[in-house]
C-alpha cells in the first residue's frame, strides 16, 4: 500500500483513500520556527568572522540583534545560547532561538509576520495550483477524474 503525502496544496488534488493531512492546533509554531532560521543564519553570518569563538553573552546579543535588525529595531540583550549551538543552523538551534526569545514582544511580533507571510503564501500556491490542475485538465493533459488504485 502507498500513501500519499505533502503539502496541503498538493494532495488536495491526489485523490486517495490513503491520504491524511496534519495540521496545528497552534500556527504560531510555523512562524516562531521560520523567523528563528532567519534569526539564526543572520547571527551566524555576523558572527562567522570572529577570530575565536563568540561567548555565549556574544552569541545571544547578535541574535536578539538579529531579531531586532528583523523588527527595524537596533538593540541587543544577552542571553545564553552558545555559538556551537547556533553554528548548528537546524532544528536544534532554532528551538534554541525560540527558548531564548519566547517572552520577547520584538520576537512575537517578528515571528506572527513570518508566520501570516507562510499562510499567505500557502494560500496563494493553492489558488495557483488549482488553476494550473483545471488548465491542464482543460488542455485534456490530466484526467479530469483519478481513479485510486488500493
Partial sequence: MSSVQGREQTVNYVPSKHRFTLTLS???????????????????????????????????????KACYGM???????????????????????????????????????????QEDGILKRDAEDSEKLSAGIQIGIDRGVLASEVTCLA
Fill in 26 to 64: 497552534d500556527t504560531t509554531v510555523i512562524g516562531e520556527r521560520r523567523a528563528a532560521q532567519v534569526i539564526g543564519a543572520t547571527a551566524m553570518k555576523e558572527l562567522s568572522g570572529s577570530a575565536s569563538e563568540p561567548t555565549t553573552d556574544v552569541v545571544d546579543a547578535a541574535v536578539r
Fill in 71 to 113: 523588527a527595524a529595531e537596533k538593540e541587543s540583550l544577552p542571553g545564553s545560547l552558545t555559538w556551537a549551538v547556533l553554528q548548528q543552523q537546524d532544528a536544534q538551534s532554532s528551538q534554541s532561538i525560540i527558548t531564548l526569545l519566547q517572552d520577547d514582544p520584538t520576537f512575537k511580533t517578528v515571528a506572527k509576520a
